[in-house]
């Protein structure tokens, strides 16, 4: 298979700590660092939360403004996907910075189970935020932690909420939610395909020691990967994983093994209609 694969890197999220795992970068200097060097080894999107001094998830926009300068100086073309999840703040909280217009922006367009609590994603918000990426030329990327998700996202693509072909992301192996299951990834696969086209671009994100599994299995499927520490903090059940750019790395390696080429962030936009860095 020759199709280019994206692979998209999520630096911290808004759950792991050093306490988990001291590669997870915190500070806004660490989490540029990091990026770079899983830029360097073949990332072509960041996905980015952002931490207050304490450490804590936050939403406040001058934090990804800075986020954003510094990865467009030291990652020059990377496609910076900032996100807009519920663990960082409360309602329209949520889409402070997409004002900064960045190229990609997280959206969940439906509402689910986590581990310890619901993720709320009432309609009138997230209509909202997909209103506000369409008026700031934000390309969303739709986190499909459920099928519903998938089909919610079709019927906003016909209504004109979200502008272009959608670009989802099977969400899988989180606590709760959809579990990983080959047989449901598969018509997750058919299911993109059927609603938005046979060309139609898909990532897939697998949570913990499934990192690996979805990694592979949207590789030879002809989608494409996200991996970082933000999802899985180990390399194996014995080793941590000592940075961001080693699951890239790794990630890059499973690419080789299936003859798929790494996309250069050049082809990731295109591959994904972005406006030129």
Known sequence: MTKPCIICVAITGSVPTKADNPAVPVTLPEQIESTQEAFEAGAAIAHCHVRDDEGRPTSDPDRFAALKEGLEKHCPGIIVQLSTGGRSGAGRERGGMLPLRPDMASLSVGSNNFPT?????????????????????????????????????????????????????????????????????????????????????????????????????????????????????????????????????????????????????????????????
């Open 117 to 277: 609590r619901v993720y709320e994603n009432p309609p009138d918000l997230v209509a909202w935020l997909a209103a506000e990426m369409i008026a700031h030329d934000i390309k969303p990327e739709i986190e499909a932690f459920d099928l519903s998700h998938i089909f919610q996202a079709a019927r906003m693509w016909r209504e004109g909420q979200i502008a272009d072909t959608p670009y989802v992301q099977f969400v899988m192996g989180v606590r709760n939610a959809m579990p990983v299951d080959r047989e449901v990834f598969d018509f997750y696969v058919r299911t993109v395909q059927r609603l938005f086209g046979e060309d139609a671009p898909w990532c897939a994100a697998g949570i913990g020691a499934q990192q690996i599994v979805l990694n592979e299995w949207a590789i030879t499927a002809g989608g494409h990967v996200r991996t970082g520490l933000e999802d899985n903090i180990r390399l194996d059940r014995q080793t941590l994983a000592p940075s961001n750019a080693a699951l890239v790395q790794r990630a890059v390696a499973l690419c080789e093994d299936h003859g798929r080429p790494v996309a250069t962030p050049l082809q990731a936009r295109q591959i994904l209609g972005l406006r030129p860095a």
